[in-house]
């Protein structure tokens, strides 16, 4: 019963076309509409926010919401870090999603990044290498890039996935303290990608893409057979 109000919900949301922060009908309205009690309809609606489909405003009224993939992005980061820690290989899982889906959005980069974003890029990668200098290559550093990489691709759904890999990896690192990455190698890796991309190379944009990934499963594995 439950379920089948809210799929109601959602039908009117979709029918009348409504985007996000438009009014929806009153709880009187909809249990007139609907044909359900008050606390029906109540139960729907708070369901439906839980999904970030709609807001509820105490005192204003219901309004479309804002159909972000945080709630799933947030379901899918505590399945990957409460899995890595029953000794599942769900970090690794996650890590073959994100190579999967950047692999096979590379080409589309290759000679199409901005002009600006480029400079962003060079300057990054310059960060990373003075980084390396010191020892280490800052995570963030290493996020910033991918960021930046593809954010010419305008797509909310890809950078939200990819959130989900940083913030999972990011809860975990402790486990990775005895298999940091060779700095160096880490500055040449990127140094690759952007070269293949800048170059329009498609196919050695998708190779560099490929080991890079290829070395962090490496160590993903390396610590799983120690833990």
């Known amino acids: 019963m439950a379920s089948d109000i809210q799929e109601r919900i959602k039908k009117l949301i979709i029918d009348q076309r409504l985007p996000s922060g438009a009014p929806l009908p009153t709880e009187a309205e909809l249990m007139e509409l609907l044909g359900v009690s008050r606390n029906s309809v109540r139960e729907a609606l708070k369901a439906l926010q839980a999904m970030g489909i709609v807001e509820i405003r105490h005192g204003f009224g219901t309004y479309v919401g804002p159909m972000s993939m945080a709630p799933m992005i947030e379901g ?14 769900s970090l690794l899982q996650l890590l073959e999603l994100r190579e999967a889906i950047e692999t096979g959005l590379i080409a589309r980069l290759a000679g199409r ?78 140094r690759e990608i952007l070269a293949a991309v800048r170059s329009g190379d498609a196919v050695r944009a998708e190779a560099a893409v490929r080991d890079h990934f290829g070395n962090i499963r490496t160590r993903l594995s390396s610590a799983r057979r120690e833990r």
Do not use: I
């Open 76 to 89: 899918l980061t505590f399945r990957t870090v409460a899995g890595h820690y029953r000794g599942e290989d």
């Open 113 to 190: 990044v901005p002009a600006a974003d480029l400079v962003e890029l060079d300057a990054l990668v310059s960060r990373m290498e003075d980084e390396a200098d010191d020892g280490a290559v800052r995570a963030d550093t290493d996020r910033a890039f991918h960021t930046a990489l593809y954010r010419g691709l305008d797509n909310l759904l890809l950078s939200e996935v990819l959130e989900a890999f940083w913030d999972s990896f990011h809860r975990v690192r402790t486990d990775l303290v005895d298999t940091q990455p060779d700095p160096k190698n880490t500055c040449r890796q990127h």
